[in-house]
């Protein structure tokens, strides 16, 4: 492929800090960018995803599927100037958020709700 065909891109994260930029090719899958994202994640950074399943890559306001190539996701603005693709990483940690919802239902005080009329 040549090298002019192929996109660059950046991920932000929620720190502001950026890992990349890449170059991909328009055929590259976003379960790829985000197997990237996963092997590049700076080792001094808490927070870090443990699989690319905890990670969200928001593009143009739009969360990408994982099935989607880096082609389909591109923002549809017509003839840009060259340049850096930046998609925001969002790590959602599903473990972290599975043990949390198993607390919330063994404490039955939390299950409730009341409303109070004044």
């Known amino acids: 492929m040549p090298e002019e065909d192929l996109l660059e891109i950046k991920f932000r994260l929620l720190d502001g800090s950026?890992?990349?930029?890449?170059?991909?090719?328009?055929a590259s899958t976003v379960a790829v960018l985000k197997e990237r994202i996963v092997a590049e994640w700076p080792k001094d950074k808490k927070g870090g995803p443990r699989s690319?399943?905890?990670i969200k890559l928001i593009n143009a306001g739009k969360i990408l599927e994982?099935?989607?190539?880096v082609g389909q996701c591109r923002t549809p603005f017509g003839e840009l100037p060259k340049g850096v693709i930046t998609m925001h990483?969002?790590?959602q940690m599903s473990v972290m958020k599975a043990k949390t919802?198993?607390?919330?239902?063994?404490?039955?005080?939390?299950?409730g709700c009341t409303c109070t009329i004044l």
């Open 101 to 111: 919802e198993k607390k919330i239902d063994e404490d039955p005080k939390t299950n």
């Open 66 to 69: 994982n099935s989607k190539t």
């Open 89 to 91: 990483a969002v790590v």
């Open 18 to 26: 950026d890992i990349g930029p890449f170059r991909y090719s328009p």
């Open 52 to 54: 690319a399943n905890d």
